[in-house]
Every structure is written in structure tokens, then in C-alpha cells.
């Protein structure tokens, strides 16, 4: 993938992650259009149930939609499975160290 690709989908992804955290209370405005810039795009993210848009006075709102709080999970899990690989190396590494001071060679 190119860098702006990478820079595009952690700005999406940033934004899903922001949005949960005010789910289901708060709704977003600007803030979607900043990063998903082409009307197209918000439109075929809405019939997929990713994002949910309101009409409020003169700008549109938007809320998650019930697939987003699953792909909000995956990320979430991901995250929880990298910290327990690091924390299985780190357990790994105490084990043989331990293994390595208190072994007593028999003379």
C-alpha cells in the first residue's frame, strides 16, 4: 500500500474509534466530511451499515451504524491480541532467564 492509502485508513479508522466512544449518545458533524471527503463514499458507508446520517437543522449528523460496532470489535481485539504476544515473549524471556540463574551445573 502506498503511504497516503496507509494515512487515509488511519484517519477512517481514528475516526470510528473516536465515534464509539461517544456511541450512542453523541453525533458527529465535520468531523466525517473531513475525513471521508467524497459524498459517494459517506452514501455507500450508510447502505452498509457502517455509518447512520440525520438531518439536523442545515447539516447532516452522523452516528455509527450497527457494522461499524462490529469492525470497532476486530480492531479492538487486534490490539488485545498484539499485547498478548508481546506479553507471551516478555513471560517467555523472565522463564529463561530464571531457568538460566538458577540452573546449578553438577561438578
Known amino acids: 500500500m502506498k503511504t497516503q492509502e496507509l494515512i487515509e485508513i488511519d484517519?477512517?479508522?481514528?475516526?470510528i474509534l473516536d465515534m464509539y466512544r461517544g456511541f450512542?449518545?453523541?453525533?458527529?458533524?465535520g468531523m466525517v466530511e473531513a475525513v471521508i471527503k467524497s459524498e459517494e463514499d459517506r452514501t455507500r458507508l450508510i447502505k452498509s451499515g457502517f455509518l447512520v446520517r440525520e438531518k439536523s437543522t442545515k447539516v447532516f449528523q452522523y452516528s455509527l451504524g450497527p457494522n461499524s460496532l462490529s469492525l470497532v470489535s476486530a480492531w479492538k481485539t487486534e490490539e488485545l491480541t498484539m499485547q498478548i504476544w508481546a506479553l507471551t515473549f516478555m513471560l517467555v524471556g523472565i522463564a529463561l532467564l530464571?531457568?538460566?540463574?538458577?540452573?546449578?551445573?553438577?561438578l
Open 11 to 15: 484517519k477512517f479508522k481514528e475516526l
Open 24 to 29: 450512542p449518545n453523541w453525533r458527529y458533524f
Open 98 to 106: 530464571t531457568y538460566l540463574f538458577t540452573f546449578k551445573p553438577h
